[in-house]
């Protein structure tokens, strides 16, 4: 037990676990939109448009992390809103236009990367280093769950309703275009305040692993958010814990991982959708089958 | 809402509609008139403009001419007094939700997206699940159920919004000849219900048994009345005797 607790008395510990927490909470809680609205692609190629963007913001603002913030956002919205445009305005589909945009916005960071003599840092952006959480880093994590869970939270009716069939939703009169848009926004944001703690290459898991893992297990809206979010929080301070614990163990890494362990528990083991439930489960019911016949036929 | 008295005003009007795909007008110049109370069936071939029509009706797409008017009150886009049932395929039936789940959708159109959910709201969640005989299956998953159930689900979900007109696209297609009629009867139902519904529809022999009412299109509107008096061979040949319209076609010599 001690072995467990004694992490928490440090204060940079205090700070990460409280950081990881909070960005748990959040990618795990959003996580359920992007699953059941299929924005997966859109997640990865928004991540890898991060990279460039912090590039950017070194360049015109130097290593402030506010100015890293406002690049990456911006890069990151450039590559949302213009794949959504270029969806819209011609016959190429979404997947298409993103992969694109974000591999010719990532090309633009690696040019201009060797302009910059700033790789070293910019390293700790691509695996993430939520032990050097800085207080201002903090307080974006705090403004980001802030934002987003409250307002997915408060729209979370409209939202069902689009993310099950976006054509009914719309015939009712909900605002759906509007309300994929807001998604993407929040997307974007909460990817950017992950960024610090786990990095550009695995905040994805992050934001999947949690959801994917409700998914297995349940089959309610409102539970799958509340569930995610938990699992998220759950698995982020774990696999702090674990890091912390274990020499050498990078706590990105060890926060995806416990993540992973737990989606493939469900994955193989859900009561409902589990494969081995499924496997074990396979009951032929012929007695059942035969039961719908009257008996007097013998 | 008055249910019974089939003043005038208890209609869909239509005027003048005309609905375009890539500029190309799918559905041109359209005026009818349908009273509630009535199944109506939308028959005409393959781009003949059904499933445009239903989703200019239910407020999917821009009308480019025209107007719409329910119960004598102007229509303008998206209204919860319309519902409309898209093809089965189109869903995504692994979607995290029961039957009841699916059909409390419906409820949250009224109620708002803040407005609290009441033991009201349950109740007519109740009544829907019941009038659509899902009660056994309340608490299954989606995809768990029948095609005929997935069909009664999402008409459950339109009774909980309280919607007045049903537009419906293909509902019979793939359903076996028991399920056919059951779902038959559950429209009568909602028919004697006062509510209006419209469903394309394209196998022609069940059009009698299923049917007070058909709008036969092809571009245009060509014939539209009783069963009785305009579904006969040369309305089905105007329909689907005349190739369909694609706006590039030049019949004539240049």
Redesign the interface.
């Known amino acids: 037990m001690d072995w467990l607790l004694e992490p928490f008395r440090h204060e940079f510990m205090q700070r990460a676990l409280l950081g990881g927490a909070l960005i748990g909470f959040t990618n795990g809680f959003l996580g359920a939109f992007v699953v059941?609205r299929r924005l997966a692609l859109m997640a990865d190629s928004l991540s890898h448009s991060l990279l460039p963007g912090l590039v950017i913001g070194v360049m015109v603002f130097g290593l402030a992390p506010q100015g890293l913030f406002l690049g990456a956002l911006v890069a990151a919205l450039f590559v949302a809103l213009g794949s959504q445009m270029i969806a819209r305005s011609s016959r190429l589909k979404e997947d298409t236009a993103l992969g694109i945009l974000y591999t010719v916005t990532f090309s633009i960071g690696l040019v201009l990367l060797s302009f910059v003599k700033v790789r070293v840092s910019l390293m700790h952006y691509l695996f993430g280093n939520i032990i050097g959480l800085a207080d201002s880093d903090l307080w974006v994590c705090y403004a980001v769950t802030l934002i987003t869970v409250p307002v997915l939270a408060?729209?979370?009716?409209?939202f069902?309703?689009t993310?099950?069939?976006p054509?009914?939703a719309?015939?009712?009169?909900?605002a759906v275009g509007a309300l994929n848009l807001l998604l993407i926004v929040l997307l974007v944001l909460t990817m950017v305040s992950s960024l610090q703690a786990v990095g550009v290459i695995l905040l994805l898991g992050l934001l999947l692993a949690p959801a994917a893992t409700i998914?297995m297990l349940?089959?309610?809206?409102p539970?799958?958010l509340w569930g995610g979010g938990l699992i998220g929080l759950v698995g982020s301070v774990a696999g702090l814990v674990l890091s912390n614990r274990v020499p050498n163990l990078p706590s990105g890494a060890a926060i995806v991982l416990v993540l992973g362990v737990m989606f493939f528990v469900a994955y193989l083991f859900s009561p409902?959708y589990g494969i081995i439930g499924r496997l074990v489960r396979r009951r032929h019911l012929h007695e059942e089958s035969l039961a719908r016949w009257p008996k007097d036929r013998e | 809402m008055r249910i019974g008295a089939r003043t005038p005003s208890h209609s869909l009007q239509v005027s003048d509609l005309t609905v375009s795909y890539h500029r190309i007008p799918a559905v041109h110049h359209m005026s009818f008139e349908v009273a509630c109370g009535q199944c109506v069936a939308l028959l005409g071939p393959n781009g003949a403009g059904k499933s445009t029509l239903l989703k200019a009706l239910a407020g999917l797409l821009p009308l480019e001419t025209g107007s719409l008017a329910f119960h004598g009150r102007p229509v303008r886009g998206a209204t919860p007094e319309f519902a409309y049932l898209p093809q089965r395929e189109a869903i995504d039936w692994d979607f995290p939700t029961t039957v009841r789940g699916l059909v409390e959708m419906g409820r949250y159109v009224r109620v708002g997206p803040w407005g609290r959910y009441s033991s009201e709201d349950a109740k007519a969640v109740d009544a829907a699940i019941a009038s659509m005989q899902l009660g056994a299956w309340e608490h299954r998953q989606v995809s768990a159920l029948s095609g005929g159930q997935q069909q009664r689900s999402f008409l459950a979900r339109a009774l909980a919004q309280e919607a007045h007109l049903f537009l419906l696209d293909e509902p019979f297609t793939g359903l076996d000849k028991p399920t056919q009629d059951n779902l038959r009867a559950l429209l009568r139902g909602l028919r004697e219900q006062g509510k209006l519904i419209i469903a394309s529809h394209h196998d022609l022999t069940t059009v009698p048994d299923i049917f007070d009412r058909v709008l036969f299109l092809n571009g245009e509107l060509i014939a539209a009345g009783p069963v009785s008096e305009v579904f006969h061979e040369e309305n089905i040949q105007r329909a689907y005797g005349t190739r369909v319209f694609s706006g590039h076609e030049h019949p004539h010599e240049h």
């Open positions: 059941l408060a729209l979370q009716r409209p069902l309703l993310l099950f069939e054509n009914v719309r015939s009712q009169g909900v998914y349940c089959d309610s809206f539970a799958m409902r």
